[in-house]
Each structure stands twice: as C-alpha cells, then as structure tokens.
C-alpha cells in the first residue's frame, strides 16, 4: 500500500526508528521518526522551506526574512543563522519547525501515486532532535483535511473488518464512532457503506482513518500477525521477567543510593550525559513498558523507582538544584525518609502543580502520579493530575479514568463533573459532556463554568475557549 497513512501507521504502533523517503516527479521529502514519534523533516518544495515558513506563519518579519541570504553559511542550518544572528527566538523557531514538519507530512496525504522508502535504523542518539511530534494527530488532520480520492475506497473495499482497539477513541467525531460500531467482523466493508446512508467521501475517509488508528484490522493481517506474535511471546516474556527481576533488586538498594549512583553517571557528568542517562533509564523502568498484569505491590515499586529516577533527573539536570544537592544531598536524603506520605505526596503535588503552571504538562504528571500513589484519598490531586494528561492526546483515556476518581472522592464538589465535561466536550461527546455540566449544576447551580459550557452546547452563548475554562477550575482547586 503506497500512501503515507499507511506508512505512518505502521512506523507509529511499531515504535520503529528510520527515515521514510517519498519521491513523485520532481518532488523530495524525508521524513526522520524515533520511537515511532516524527522528529524532523527535509523537502524540495520551496513553500515548506523552513525560511518561507517562519515567515507564512509570522514567527520572522518581513525585513529579516530578506537578511536571510546575506547570512547563508556553510555547514549551518538556517534555524542556527538565524538564532546567531538574533533574526528570531529558540521558542519562536522551534513553533516554526513543528509547523514546518507537519505541513511536510500532511501535504502528501493527498498523494496516492508516490514511490516511498521507509529505511529503519538502529538508534538515533537522543540529544539530536528537539522537535517531537505524535503520529495519530498527524493522521487525523490529514485524512480529515485531504480531498476525497476514489483510490481512498479501493484501498479499503472488499475487505471484512473486526475493531481491534480503542485507544483513541476520544479523537473521534460521531459519524466516525458511527461507521466503528457498524463493523463487526462479519460484513464486507462495501455492504456496510450501502446501509450506512453516508456519502462516499465520509464512509471511506472514516474506515480508512480507523484503520490507520488501529481501531480496526481485516481478516489477512489478523491471520499473518498470529505466528509472528506466536513466535515473540516467550522471548517478551523472558525480557519482561528478567526486566522486573532488575527494577525490584534496584527497589531494595535504591534508597542508600546518591542521585549519581542511580543514573549511573559520574559526579563530574555533563548535562548531555545525565540526558542521556536518564532516556536510558526511564525505557528501562518506565510502568508503561510492564504489563498492567503484574500484582499490585510489584506496581507500586515500579512507579517508586521511576519516580526516584524522575527526581534524580531533575535536580541533576538543573545546575542550581545540582550545586544544592552536592552541597546538602546527603542531609536531604535523610530528611526526605523521615518524611510522612502524606507529606510526601504534598511535596510531589505542589512539584507538579509549578511544572503545570509553567506549561510543562507532561513533566508535571508525573509528581501527580507520585502524589496520588502516597495518598489515594486527594480528590484535588486526581483533578490536577487528570486536567495534566488531558493536555495530552495519549493520555485522554487516563483523564477521564482520573476526573472519575475526583467525583469518587468529592461527589460534592464540582470540578470533576465540569473536568468530565470538558473532556467529553473536546471529543465532540455532546452528549455526555452536557450530562456532566448539568451534575456540576446540581451541587453547585452558580458555577459559572459549567453554565457557560453547558449554554454554549445548547447553543445559547458564545464559545469559550478550553484554556478560559481550564483556568476557572485551577482557580477553584
């Protein structure tokens, strides 16, 4: 199959490392992923040259991008020239290199007769790339926004599907929860089409984004995939145990370690060795590698090890913090045992809450995960942890588990409901999310967040935006 859906499809649910090359006439792009996550792109196109970019999307002035040429040298990348030469901030170049790659991506979506070349790698080293960029939204936008092409539905015709996963099931409109629903394994994907009453453009665009998100596999790939996976099981196995055997023996010495000894660098590492260190280490013991199988005190020392690991990480990497520590470590290993959990979990919360009032969202939920994991009875420390991850796209099914444990907790207090809502109404859950806002209402009926969103579903109000609402309910907690 030579379309770029399928490329990006297989490239993100295999984790691969490599560079998939596409060729069409006289037109060249190269696409770099690790870890199945897309990290840059080169192209021939003159529109999608990073200059013409930063300058279409308003990070670079007119003025400056006519200086570009005058400071053109060899061996330095544009981003560099222009950064050295104070043309432009690292943020603002940064934004302008993730636009760049995915306008890259998403304009060969349309293309069905190009020639791609997908060539794995090894290993990237980790400091290389600055730009990481998760496939799924990428296939999202682009089979939403391209022009319906009839080589779409000869792609998918003529094939029996059964659903597979659900992972991303919040990223779905309703007519696409739609045509999910009607597969079921039995029926041609064209008998479905005839008694779905769906335009072709929406039935194939939508079965075809299914497949690409893994919502939906066929009858071929479900019969070659079982030796493959048949073959691999007791080798996984074997790596797994071997790998839990590693993080409970750490588990037992990790507390009389230094932070140096657990990242297994020296006291005169570099920040690029501590960087590396800990991307080593986190693939080592990160609790999303282990199955969600394993007992739940051989969870929970997972999690303590990753997190000691995370912490370890962050003073390390921080010269103030580093100076700190080498100066007063000791000491603050010892005040850190003798603290309660409850103690504990207040520290990693209020650790967590400064990441997330700085943007850092990602890094934050991890001290909101410690800080649930050391007192389980914290409505405000789900909520928080909950409003985090539903920053993030692969973590939208975390979020709602989370809002969940916040109304568990606290019936009474309505930010849960309204965090629910919020996140229902993001994936276009109109329903659901209006049944939230109206639970909200009950407890509290002058929440003014829940009544603005509630009218703006019923179509009585104006929008408001999910970071006006978002920074209500942080006001609350």
């Known amino acids: 199959m030579e379309h ?187 008998d479905i089409f005839k008694s779905s009453n769906m335009t072709p453009a929406s039935f194939w665009k939508s079965i075809y984004l299914l497949y690409c998100l893994d919502f939906i596999e066929n009858e071929e790939e479900q019969k070659q995939e079982i030796p493959h996976e048949e073959a691999g099981v007791s080798e996984k196995a074997e790596e797994q145990e071997k790998a839990i055997k590693n993080i409970l023996k750490l588990y037992t010495e990790i507390e009389s370690m230094d932070y140096y000894q657990v990242l297994k660098v020296s006291k005169k590492a570099s920040a690029n060795e501590i960087k590396k260190a800990y991307f080593s280490a986190a693939r080592r013991y990160h609790p999303d590698f282990f199955s969600r199988d394993l007992p739940r005190e051989i969870r929970e020392k997972i999690d303590d090890v990753f997190d000691k690991v995370t912490k370890c990480y962050q003073i390390l990497i921080d010269p103030d913090k580093r100076r700190k520590y080498d100066e007063e470590g000791a000491e603050e290993g010892k005040k850190e045992k003798e603290e309660s959990p409850a103690k504990k979990a207040d520290t990693r919360f209020r650790q967590g809450k400064k990441l997330y009032d700085e943007g850092q969202y990602e890094r934050s939920i991890a001290y909101f995960q410690a800080a649930v994991r050391l007192d389980k009875d914290k409505a405000g420390y789900y909520l928080l942890l909950a409003l985090a991850q539903s920053k993030i796209d692969a973590y939208q099914r975390k979020a709602e588990m989370n809002f969940r444990n916040a109304v568990r907790l606290e019936p009474w207090n309505p930010n849960g409901y309204v965090g629910l809502g919020m996140l229902y109404k993001k994936a276009s859950l109109k329903v659901k999310a209006a049944n939230q806002f109206r639970k909200a209402l009950e407890v509290d009926p002058g929440n003014r967040v829940a009544q603005k969103a509630l009218m703006e579903l019923e179509g009585k109000k104006a929008k408001k935006g999910w970071r006006d609402i978002i920074n209500l309910l942080k006001k609350k907690i």
């Open 4 to 190: 770029i859906g399928y490329f990006l499809k297989r490239i993100y649910f295999d984790g691969l490392d490599g560079q998939l090359n596409f060729r069409r006439g006289n037109i060249q792009k190269y696409l770099f992923f690790k870890h199945g996550k897309l990290v840059y792109a080169k192209t021939n196109q003159s529109q999608e040259l990073i200059g013409e970019v930063l300058f279409r999307i308003g990070k670079l002035s007119k003025e400056n991008y006519s200086k570009i040429d005058k400071y053109i040298e060899p061996k330095k990348s544009i981003g560099e020239i222009l950064i050295s030469h104070d043309l432009m901030s690292k943020k603002d170049l940064m934004e302008g290199l993730e636009y760049q790659m995915r306008e890259i991506t998403l304009n060969l979506f349309p293309i069905f007769d190009g020639n791609f070349d997908f060539k794995e790698k090894d290993k990237y080293e980790e400091e290389e790339f600055e730009v990481e960029i998760d496939i799924p939204r990428l296939i999202e936008d682009g089979i939403r926004r391209m022009k319906y092409d009839e080589r779409v539905r000869s792609l998918m015709k003529d094939k029996v599907f059964r659903q597979k996963s659900k992972k991303f099931i919040l990223h779905l409109t309703e007519e696409e929860k739609d045509v999910l629903n009607a597969v079921d394994g039995i029926n041609l994907s064209d």
